[in-house]
């Protein structure tokens, strides 16, 4: 009896079971027609693209809209090129609709028990042009941004003489790397890597004897040297040691490095120019912050600046390398500015400023205005002032300005007389010269009005005229050297 009880019992569990199950296939029956028919199941994309719960005509404008490859270039670089910038869209959507007319209510169980992923990638098409367009903008394209490749090399660093080993450098193969974007997007790749893989760098460079270059590190650590350590006008500073003087270096026949003095002064001329490249101003804008509190560019014309005296300054280094002196300094220079560019932008806080469309000039001194006045410069459109960067030449009193010269002969008698003249002829009691071809600061004392709309009909001839009484100020405030910013 108690026999048939159990199987009674295991009959009615088994049947709970069954009815239990069968149950819960009916309520997820019952939500995946409700939730899920006509719609991509949950951790399905399409071409990278998340269409979980969309439609097809939902999942088709997804995949059109937020499509989009990330390339990968050497050292690192990413790009990310979107759909929507080459016009990307799908070669053959109606494969969606097919696809989801195919998900089975057998799939929805397999999609929440097993959590997998359900992926399909379909063929794209895109504007070539748009995407030429595109690629060839990133940064990883441009020469400039290119590193090229280099063979093994000696190096010197923290004393030391060692090998470097060749590096593949990041010179692209933009032919390579545009067929390889066009083939990817071409069949929906989502990432592309390009740091791997061959023909799309060029990595070729002149090929080193690796045991030659340990024997020339030998020979150089024998050898005695010494460093410039250059303090630059920004706070920076650069150094001349080993590293690069090894290169001024020659090979001899019996292969040993030597030196060459032709060679090693002219590799010592061509350091200093580049120094000076880099350093000079004289010849670059120079920005400048206005009365008014505006940041502008005064154009460069050869008078203010930093300007290295190269002679001097070759002639320096040459003997210092001799004495094989480990040395700090700051170059030789010809000229320099008033202050560091930190110090509004070189000019420093005291200087002369004039604005040629207000015609009018102040000046500044430890950062405050001690003086202004209205002036009248050069005619506009026939001698104007040139605006730009300079600084006072020279102070003089009871000077004459003169204009071109005209020099005429003729015969009195026996004798020939020449005579020369000028096209006009101004004394002037305050001279402040701001550049070599004639133009200044000065008093004018044949005006009686000076400032507004003068310089348009009656200008000077380029100078900067002052009242009288207003140049005799000026005079007794700037020194020479100090900076004169002029801008219209």
């Not at 009880?5 to 029956?29: H, S, W, Y």
């Not at 504007?127 to 290119?146: D, G």
């Not at 030998?218 to 460093?227: A, D, E, Y």
Request: charged share 25%; glycine share 8%.
């Amino acid at each position: 009896m108690k026999r048939m009880n159990d199987k009674r019992i295991l009959r009615d569990f088994c049947i709970m079971i069954v009815l239990g199950l069968l149950l819960g296939l009916v309520a997820l029956g019952f939500v995946y027609h409700r939730d899920c028919k006509g719609r991509f199941l949950k951790s399905t994309r399409i071409n990278g693209v998340n269409v979980a719960g969309m439609t097809a005509e939902q999942a088709e404008a997804a995949v059109t809209k937020n499509y989009s490859l990330k390339v990968l270039f050497r050292e690192g670089k990413r790009e990310t090129l979107k759909g929507t910038a080459i016009d990307y869209e799908l070669e053959e959507p109606a494969i969606i609709a097919d696809r989801l007319k195919k998900q089975s209510f057998g799939d929805y169980l397999s999609s929440l028990y097993l959590h997998g992923q359900r992926a399909m990638t379909l063929r794209g098409k895109y504007s070539e042009k748009k995407l030429h367009k595109a690629v060839m903008k990133w940064p990883e394209m441009q020469k400039k941004n290119m590193k090229k490749p280099k063979s093994a090399r000696v190096a010197y660093e923290n004393g030391k003489f060692f090998v470097v080993k060749p590096s593949k450098g990041t010179v692209v193969n933009k032919d390579s790397v545009m067929e390889a974007v066009e083939k990817a997007v071409s069949v929906s790749m989502t990432g592309l890597n390009l740091s791997r893989g061959s023909g799309y760098y060029k990595d070729k460079a002149p090929a080193v004897s690796e045991k030659q270059l340990k024997k020339d590190c030998r020979q150089l650590s024998g050898m005695s040297w010494s460093s410039v350590t250059y303090e630059l006008p920004d706070g920076s500073k650069k150094v001349l040691d080993a590293n690069q003087m090894k290169d001024w270096l020659v090979r001899g026949e019996d292969g040993r490095l030597k030196r060459d003095d032709e060679v090693w002064e002219q590799k010592l001329t061509a350091f200093v120019a580049c120094l000076a490249n880099s350093i000079d101003t004289v010849d670059r804008p120079h920005r400048f912050k206005t009365h008014s509190g505006k940041v502008i560019r005064l154009q460069a014309r050869g008078y203010y600046g930093w300007r290295i005296d190269r002679e001097g300054e070759a002639a320096r280094l040459s003997k210092e390398l001799k004495k094989g002196a480990d040395v700090e300094r700051k170059p030789v220079y010809a000229q320099t500015e008033a202050a560091p560019y930190s110090d509004n932008y070189g000019f420093g806080d005291t200087y002369v400023e004039v604005n040629l469309s207000a015609q009018h000039l102040w000046m500044y001194k430890n950062g405050r205005v001690v003086f202004q006045t209205d002036v009248v410069s050069g005619t506009r459109g026939v001698h104007e002032t040139p605006a730009g960067a300079y600084f006072v030449l020279a102070k003089a009193r009871n000077v004459v300005l003169r204009g071109p010269s005209k020099t005429t002969t003729e015969k009195k008698g026996k004798k020939t007389v020449t005579t020369t003249s000028y096209e006009w002829e101004s004394p002037v009691s305050y001279w402040m010269p701001i550049n070599y071809e004639g133009v200044g600061m000065h008093d004018a004392n044949w005006r009686g009005v000076f400032g507004g709309s003068i310089w348009a009909y009656n200008g000077s001839h380029g100078c900067i005229n002052l009242p009288p009484s207003k140049a005799a100020r000026l005079y007794s405030l700037v020194h020479v050297g100090i900076p004169v910013a002029v801008y219209y």
